[in-house]
């Protein structure tokens, strides 16, 4: 369902949405999601001082020296356009004619912790890379309150979707979003819906549920959520967690994981792009052929 009014149609344009994770937690009854089109992605990072006096993990998450990156998703993000309902031709709503439903449409934004950055203005165009060392440096000025929409919460908001599962055997669903109301709703939601063309929020209670769009799993289908000409090369990427170290797009390189006293704990050569190698629970120095050697705190 192309949305050639802000998307005009070419070879190298991609469908694939990404979905993004909102808010899911604490068995959350009905999730929340967010679409998007041409992902950006800056894996979230730490560099550490290597101050060797730092014997503690304290130490050396509370020295300035140490640099924090949180992981940022830059991407155009569907929104419900309900603000934007009363005007008289906003996103090409009458050359379409959704007959004065509110429509669906893209906005640039960055997704970052519980927060979704929209980037407006002297914002726009802004890449993964700058929000992150925007924010890493404590420039949360650069963005205005208007343009921070808060997701750690169970609210309906305007830049969320959830999915509502008609049945298990055929897994269709319907997508759902609703003004400001908690989730989860009851057939007085506000479903995604195809007029002419044009995707809308219809909210008429059961006829809205009875005319929104069914939407299928397809399991294989072929795509990806970057468009081709914004395709970036990758890097390779270490991550700690509980027990392991694992080491992304590294495959055919070797690895040497050290302890804090210097002793090796691992030294392999890597088969998968993205390999988990055991690793005992503290400061571990990673090593990858070709690659600067990074600490890791393993939980």
């Known amino acids: 369902m192309p949305n050639s009014y802000q998307f005009p149609e070419n070879e190298g344009t991609s469908y694939t949405f990404y979905v993004d994770t909102a808010y899911v937690r604490f068995n959350t009854s009905m999730p929340q999601y967010m679409i998007a089109l041409h992902p950006d992605i800056a894996a979230g990072d730490t560099i550490w001082c290597d101050d060797p006096s730092h014997t503690t993990l304290e130490d050396l998450l509370n020295c300035i020296h140490t640099k924090r990156y949180d992981r940022v998703v830059k991407a ?17 709503k009458e050359i379409y004619g959704a007959l004065n439903k509110t429509r669906l449409a893209f906005v640039e934004g ?4 519980d927060t979704l950055y929209l980037l407006r203005g002297k914002n726009a165009g802004m890449t993964a890379e700058e929000v992150q060392h925007a924010l890493s440096g404590g420039n949360y000025a650069r963005f205005p309150k208007e343009d921070r929409i808060f997701l750690g919460n169970n609210d309906h908001k305007r830049y969320v979707f959830s999915f509502r599962l008609l049945d298990d055997v055929d897994k269709r669903f319907l997508i759902e979003s609703v003004g400001n109301q908690i989730a989860p709703t009851t057939n007085n939601g506000g479903w995604l819906q195809n007029i002419n063309g044009v995707m809308v929020i219809v909210q008429e209670s059961n006829e809205a549920y009875g005319l929104a769009e069914i939407f299928d799993v397809v399991a ?8 081709n000409d914004k395709v970036t090369a990758t890097s390779v990427r ?15 390189k070797k690895v040497v994981i050290n302890n804090i006293l210097g002793q090796a704990v691992a030294n392999k050569v890597l088969t998968s792009d993205n390999a988990s190698i055991t690793a005992p629970k503290g400061i571990v120095v990673v090593a990858v052929e070709g690659e600067e050697p990074v ?3 393993v939980k």
């Open 238 to 252: 270490v991550i700690a967690s509980e027990g392991k170290v694992t080491i992304l797009n590294a495959s055919g």
């Open 295 to 297: 600490k890791a705190i």
């Open 220 to 227: 294989g289908a072929e795509g990806t959520a970057t468009s």
């Open 110 to 113: 960055a997704h970052v912790g």
């Open 76 to 92: 155009e993000y569907l929104y419900n356009a309900q603000d934007s309902v009363k005007n008289a031709d906003y996103l090409g």
